[in-house]
């Protein structure tokens, strides 16, 4: 495998289009901040940690059509659509863990301090 083939391996797993800013507009921006909106609504009403895995996967089905529809894209591609629907997941599942400890700190002060932006604790007493 020669240096020239062996650096463009890695473009071709994330994304098939020409180009990475297609890639980030569509997958990473606008469905990303779908998925980080998902999350955080399955949060803010209680749901439980499954739901954000489903939103995630319906979203990932949605990016894929963008991609298809806009830049002519592979529709029924499991291996783009595994990629885009774990972009989806990742900053759904980000999403839900900040909205989940800013709920736990703000229902609960007399339990729980804030213990970084995504983890909360029990007060010391």
Known sequence: MTATRRSSVVPELLYEEDSLGVFLLVTVVLGGGAAVLAGRAVALTWRPWWQVVVYSLMLGAAVRFIHFALFDGTLLSIHY???????C????FFGFQAARAGRMIAQYPWINEPDGPLRWRRKRR
């Open 89 to 92: 997941m990742a900053l759904a």
């Open 81 to 87: 659509y595994a990629v885009d629907s774990s972009v």
